[in-house]
């Protein structure tokens, strides 16, 4: 859905750029640069890094969402459980902290529950857990900044 909003703002900006002269004398390496700039890190309609934030949704998508505030960054899902696993559920907080594409603008807290006679009982997450899934988040944006440059 946003992405004919992204190309129609993307050749929006493009045409916009011979009449200023940028893509002048010496046009190649120009035209490359323009090309990066418009998928540079810091690319965002929102109030966090756009490429962080899409990837987080994407990441998340097999989860329930409660929160996704683009302004403020922070993405809450409900708890989940996986089909092959019902006696156990996770619940994901996620924070992007900032505008720019860097491993330390993300913050991922989990949250996990296994049952125990019918009651839902609080367990302990382990680092790997969240280490594994910022990764898997910072590859995806990552992998859609690269897209946008080379697209």
């Known amino acids: 859905m946003r992405r004919p909003l992204t190309a129609a ?20 390496k ?20 756009a490429y962080l934030w899409r990837a987080t949704l994407d990441t998340l998508s097999f989860m329930p969402l409660v929160q996704a505030d683009a302004n403020g960054g922070v993405i809450v899902t409900d708890w989940y459980s996986n089909p092959n696993n019902p006696g156990e559920r996770m619940k994901l907080t996620v924070s992007v902290l900032d505008q720019d594409l860097r491993a330390d603008a993300l913050r991922v807290a989990a949250s996990r529950q296994i049952n125990q006679d019918g009651n839902w009982v609080a367990a302990p997450v382990q680092a790997a857990t969240v280490q594994k899934l910022e990764e898997i988040i910072l590859t995806k944006a990552r992998d859609l900044r690269r897209a946008a440059i080379t697209g």
């Open 9 to 28: 703002l993307a050749l929006s900006l493009l045409a916009t750029l011979p009449a200023c002269g940028f893509l002048g004398v010496g046009g190649g």
């Open 30 to 49: 120009q035209k490359e640069r323009a090309k990066a700039d418009l998928a540079a890190s810091r690319v965002t309609t929102i109030g966090v890094n």
